[in-house]
């Protein structure tokens, strides 16, 4: 049981339909109203990646692509999700070719712990799909949002920097597979 | 998070038929579910508002922008015509919160913000605004972050968004719906002070649905600034903030708008500090005159004194950049 799913599984709150498109399969599923997009996917789906930090949106290791934007999974209502198309950091690879973000990440050796990994990369995909961030200045205070306490700052803003453009020529989309 | 029954209705009309006391309209939720996470906050029902029709920006008869409810302030921030009339907006818009968030929180919503009061988010701990007459330990506590304006003895709350600083200075109004009709209210008369009912944070009855804020035509885009001065250099809430907006001709400011963030229960406006500004030479002088003035009134706690000078050095930069067309003098 999750912090922050209620136990009080009442008879008068019914599950409610979600249909999502969910790193490129159409899922048909079914919610209880409070359930929180990080819940969703960690406890009920087994897509562990995203990963719970402070559950409070100031972390940002939960960070996944909702409709192509990088969003906080833990400050989502999945039920809120219906029609969406989600794309977490186990859908960014393409088969087994990972992602330009992704392979600049172990390029750069942009981790250290690997827990805000997940949510970093989806961050800086979304960073790219915004198209905004070009300086390594712009960089940085575009992925302010991503809290690392190992302090992987400097190789991850390396990383970032190097595979953003070939990103922003449209295959940062994230894959789906 | 407490259970709760969920809607999502399909029109304005329908919203705030299923609106009532036990309700919330839910949008980006960026600070609702939080606030749930917390306790503080314990809805029976959430209505999801994101289906309805309010995402457009449009021009009005008047020169301005209509801005629907639902805009994120992602988008909002970077629209095209917020960027080129109203740069002010998207400065202070960017300036708050993370991208994720910007992304996921509406316009509406960021109105809606509750106050970041470590007390208020306490569920253990009384507080005057999360529950009326219990407290407010932050009076004589750590109160770091908070009012230095018009506080009372209830609540020494701030509001901690960025956007409605800049959209105090830009005379935005508010237009809501509720089951009686629509209306629409100045952006000063909006969010209120603590009095003797801290718990309410704005004017909105329990059944009204904010659906777009309009700017007029007048944006300053020539001379304003929105700095922002906070413990880190980003993501994080304001200790204090400054809009400033002028409208200079020769040597000589025509209109001046200087609202304050981070220091009052709401966006912090001196109408008799921007009209002394008018018919003044934009200088150092003049703005360091017009900071002394505005916080002669201040009323700082034992832990936050600090800001009253650092407001008065920030109102000076943010002017002078102002002036300057709007970059800073770094």
Known sequence: ?177 | MNPFHYSKPDSVQDAVHLAGPASRFIAGGTNLLDLMKENVTRPEHLIDITGLPLREVSETARGGLMIGALVSNADLAWHPLIEQRYPLLSQAILAGASPQLRNMASTGGNLLQRTRCYYFYDASVPCNKREPGSGCPARDGLNRIHAIFGASAQCVATHPSDMCVALAALEAVVHVQGRGGARSIEFADFHRLPGEAPERDNQLADDELITAIELPAAGFADCSHYLKIRDRASYAFALVSVAAALKVVGPIIREARLVLGGVAHKPWRDKAVESWLTGKAPSRETFTAAADTLLQNAEPLEHNAFKVKLARRAIVRALSDAAQGGQPDE
């Not at chain 1, 989502?76 to 794309?87: E, I, P, R, W, Y």
């Not at chain 1, 330009?100 to 805000?116: L, N, S, T």
């Not at chain 1, 992987?152 to 453009?165: G, Q």
């Open chain 1, 1 to 177: 049981m999750s912090a922050t799913t209620p136990d009080a599984a009442q008879p008068s709150f019914a599950r409610l339909p979600l249909g999502l498109t969910l790193n490129g399969q159409e899922r048909q599923l079914e919610i209880l109203p409070w359930t929180t997009l990080l819940d969703l996917l960690r406890e009920q789906l087994d897509l562990v990646g995203t990963k719970k930090g402070c559950d409070h949106g100031q972390c940002g290791a939960c960070t996944v692509l909702l409709n192509g934007k990088r969003v906080n999974a833990c400050l989502t209502l999945a039920v809120m999700c219906d029609g969406a198309d989600l794309v977490t950091v186990e859908g960014l690879a393409n088969g087994e070719e990972l992602h330009p973000m992704q392979r600049a990440f172990i390029k750069h050796d942009a981790f250290q712990c690997g827990y805000c990994t997940p949510g970093q990369i989806c961050s800086a995909v979304g960073l790219a799909n915004e198209g905004r961030a070009q300086t390594s200045e712009q960089i940085r205070e575009g992925m302010s949002g991503n809290l690392c306490r190992c302090g992987a700052y400097n190789n991850i803003r390396d990383a970032i920097e190097e595979a953003l453009p070939a990103c922003m020529q449209g295959v940062g989309q994230g894959g789906g597979q």
